[in-house]
Nanobody, 123 residues
Framework: QVQLVESGGGLVQAGGSLRLSCAAS????????MGWFRQAPGKEREFVAT????????YYADSVKGRFTISRDNAKNTVYLQMNSLKPEDTAVYYC????????????????WGQGTQVTVSS
């Protein structure tokens, strides 16, 4: 089992930036793909971005493409989500995810979840 701990959420004005971090521990060798999902009040959890630990290959949801960047530091077993040009509609709880799949494009392949971190964007 992989343990994931997120940090970096908070309150920011529209147009601002935040960087989320996700530190992985435990059986990290079993995870090939890492990702970020988010869930707004009353909505389903949705895919945001994913990265492959080894190759660094990334994919993004259309809604965040060009504004968010996912990256990883293999030495620190940490994945980051740099969020720029934030919009009120980005307000949600952001969850880190790990999977034995090479990338995480859907919830069904997630093996481990973090506890979530709140991101609030004011207009």
């Amino acid at each position: 089992q992989v343990q994931l701990v997120e940090s970096g959420g908070g309150l920011v004005q529209a147009g601002g930036s935040l960087r989320l971090s996700c530190a992985a521990s435990g059986r990290t060798f079993s995870s090939k793909g890492m990702g970020w999902f988010r869930q707004a009040p009353g909505k389903e959890r949705e895919f945001v971005a994913t990265i492959n630990w080894s190759s660094g290959t990334t994919y993004y949801a259309d809604s965040v493409k060009g504004r968010f960047t996912i990256s990883r530091d293999n030495a620190k077993n940490t994945v980051y989500l740099q969020m720029n040009s934030l919009k009120p509609e980005d307000t949600a709880v952001y969850y880190c995810a790990a999977s034995s799949a090479s990338v995480i494009l859907q919830i069904g392949v997630v093996n481990s979840w973090g506890q979530g971190t709140q991101v609030t964007v004011s207009s």
